[in-house]
T-cell receptor, first 110, second 115 residues
Framework: QKEVEQDPGPLSVPEGAIVSLNCTYS??????FMWYRQYSRKGPELLMY????GNKEDGRFTAQVDKSSKYISLFIRDSQPSDSATYLC??????????FGKGTKLTVNP | EPEVTQTPSHQVTQMGQEVILRCVPI?????FYWYRQILGQKVEFLVS????????KSEIFDDQFSVERPDGSNFTLKIRSTKLEDSAMYFC?????????????FGPGTRLLVL
């Protein structure tokens, strides 16, 4: 089983839709969870981070972590064409090493 | 807002040549990292660096790779003898390192092509 699994998509939605992005993981030592956004040929840009289980909201973005199911989600409300990018989940345990998912490519159509 | 910067943005080299990729982490950050992303694949951890020494490295980071902080602002990744499979996007990242949980801020990357 891969350490972090993420459906690569692509995912295409109309403007204004609610988008749900997900990752599963196998390493129970992971306790810090992040979502990055990556535009084509650019560096990952930090969107949100959470520690352990629970929800965190920031504007149109909500991150959820369910450690019991080893499942994390990112919801984007009222999606905009500017949200079109690849979304990467990343996580770590006690070390500094971030383990990334493969990324989900999202297109929001006007 | 402070950013991690990387130079060059693109580098083309011949197999067997040495390359040095340069990064300027965010000022006052204490932890520095290199990651790479082969086209179409995951971002992969290479090495972390703290207090002027390597704190963790992956199995990818073999003897062909080295890192250095030559002064108070730059952080470099050297590949001694490049191979075709070293072609990838290389990202530098930094972390403030002041509290228990801090995340990593990435630079725009250097695209390395080995011919």
């Amino acid at each position: 089983q891969k350490e972090v699994e993420q459906d690569p998509g692509p995912l295409s939605v109309p403007e204004g839709a609610i988008v749900s992005l997900n990752c599963t993981y196998s390493n129970s030592a992971f306790q810090y969870f992040m979502w990055y956004r990556q535009y084509s040929r650019k560096g990952p840009e930090l969107l949100m981070y959470t520690y352990s289980s629970g929800n965190k909201e920031d504007g149109r973005f909500t991150a959820q972590v369910d450690k019991s199911s080893k499942y994390i989600s990112l919801f984007i409300r009222d999606s905009q064409p500017s949200d079109s990018a690849t979304y990467l989940c990343a996580m770590r345990g006690g070390s500094e090493k971030l383990v990334f998912g493969k990324g989900t490519k999202l297109t929001v159509n006007p | 807002e402070p950013e991690v910067t990387q130079t060059p943005s693109h580098q083309v080299t011949q197999m067997g040549q040495e390359v040095i990729l340069r990064c300027v982490p965010i000022s006052n950050h204490l932890y520095f990292y290199w990651y790479r992303q082969i086209l179409g694949q995951k971002v992969e951890f290479l090495v972390s660096f703290y207090n002027n020494e390597i704190s963790e490295k992956s199995e990818i980071f073999d003897d062909q790779f080295s890192v250095e902080r030559p002064d108070g602002s730059n952080f470099t990744l050297k590949i001694r003898s490049t191979k075709l499979e070293d072609s990838a996007m290389y990202f530098c990242a930094s972390n403030p390192g002041l509290v228990v949980f801090e995340t990593q801020y990435f630079g725009p990357g250097t695209r390395l092509l080995v011919l």
